[in-house]
């Protein structure tokens, strides 16, 4: 049975606080050396809650270190583009505390095999991949497009520049990029998750959601059992988050089969994404099937989203991120999203540095 344990803890006695969950692991595995695998999203700093902290990633260090075990830091930013890891570690703060330890992932790129009804391989970071032990290292984050960015799609960091748009362009629908995320979690499941929920994010996560505090650790050798934990605390059923309900299907876990060893105290009011309906607002039959027609025709259309004029400094993230290539420039020369060719991904949003778009309208309806 997985068992995660939940550990309450603020950024200033992570080491303290973790040591004895991740002792224990560690000593049973008895790596030589550790991979952790942090959130990096896009660089940005420590108050924002968009990366896995730089004072949690160092505990987790200095405890394997202390044990005498090797330690490496790296992951794949959401920006793709030549050096663009090494910015983010040094624009999150990660850098300035790992130093040396941090691994550039585009630097060994090799193409794995993969079990999916998409594609039969995807392009990873090779040091993540051969890693003789990874710590997944997640932020408690909320997502516009899976919900939930947790353990599971923080694994979703091993795939190397382009390649994370090219899975936004195969799994094009919700329930597509959730079996994706799935099967790229499968190409090199982490030996150990230890999810930073101090501070986490609620709203239009992963990058322009708002903070929340939690303050609490989540650590387990089973990934889908920390994001189902996860779940709960946001007052949503496991299925209810896309990846977890194919999990389910897969029988990769039994939700009811989790053992919890600590306080996973459900939190209150939290915000899920404006691209969600939480289920208690969709409760009634009438509304269930309205709901299901909604999903079917629209969830795989164009994202509902607005330009904050005001806001955009016309930097083209989003123009040179979006994976289908459908934003142009408008004349006066402000990014514009052909909705024709949108597939409703959100990175335009998740990466847009100065939180420039609205969302409009609800779109997206929880669970099947
Ligand atoms: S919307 Fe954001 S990412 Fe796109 S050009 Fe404007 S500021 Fe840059
Ligand atoms: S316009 Fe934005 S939401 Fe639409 S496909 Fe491009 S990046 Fe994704």
Redesign the pocket.
């Given at each position: 049975m997985p068992r995660v344990y939940i550990i309450d803890a603020g950024y200033e006695n992570v080491k303290e606080k973790l040591k004895p969950v991740l002792c224990n692991y560690l000593h049973s595995a008895g790596p030589k050396s550790v991979l952790l695998k942090p959130n990096l999203l896009a660089g940005a700093p420590p108050g924002k809650a968009v990366c896995t902290h730089p004072l949690f990633v160092k505990a987790v260090a200095d405890i394997a270190e202390e044990m005498g075990i090797k330690v490496a830091v790296s992951d794949n930013p959401g920006v793709s583009g030549y050096g663009s890891s090494l910015k983010a570690a040094k624009d999150s703060g990660l850098f300035e505390l790992v130093g040396e330890k941090f691994e550039n992932p585009a630097q060994s790129p090799e193409r794995a095999g993969v079990k999916s009804g998409y594609t039969d391989s995807f392009v990873v970071s090779g040091n993540i991949l051969h890693a003789e032990y990874v710590i997944n290292l997640p932020k408690f984050k909320t997502h516009s497009l899976t919900l939930f960015s947790g353990a599971v799609k923080n694994m979703f960091g091993i795939l190397v520049g382009g390649e994370k748009a090219r899975a936004?362009s195969i799994g094009k629908s919700r329930d597509e990029f959730a079996e994706l995320l799935v099967d790229i979690y499968n190409i090199r499941v982490p030996e150990l998750t230890v999810m930073d929920a101090i501070w986490g994010m609620e709203g239009s996560g992963p990058s322009n959601g708002s903070m929340r505090e939690i303050n609490k650790i989540l650590a387990s050798d089973n990934g889908f059992a920390v994001d189902a934990v996860c779940a709960n605390m946001m007052g949503l059923k496991p299925e209810e988050i896309p990846y977890l309900r194919v999990a389910k299907e897969r029988n990769l876990i039994d939700y009811e089969e989790i053992e919890i060893i600590g306080n996973p105290e459900v939190l209150k009011d939290f915000r899920i994404p404006p691209t969600f309906m939480k289920r208690n607002f969709a409760g009634s039959a009438f509304i269930g099937f309205v709901n299901s027609f909604i999903f079917e025709h629209f969830i795989k259309g164009?994202?509902r989203?607005k330009l904050k004029r005001k806001r955009c400094t016309k930097c083209y993230v989003?123009l040179r991120?979006?994976?289908?290539k459908?934003?142009s420039k408008d004349k006066e020369e402000f990014p514009l999203?052909d909705k024709k060719?949108?597939?409703?991904?959100?990175?335009?949003?998740e990466l847009c540095p100065e939180n420039a778009w609205r969302h409009t309208g609800i779109m997206r309806i929880l669970a099947k």
């Open positions: 936004h164009p994202a989203l989003c991120q979006c994976p289908v459908a934003i999203i060719k949108c597939i409703g991904c959100y990175c335009c949003d």
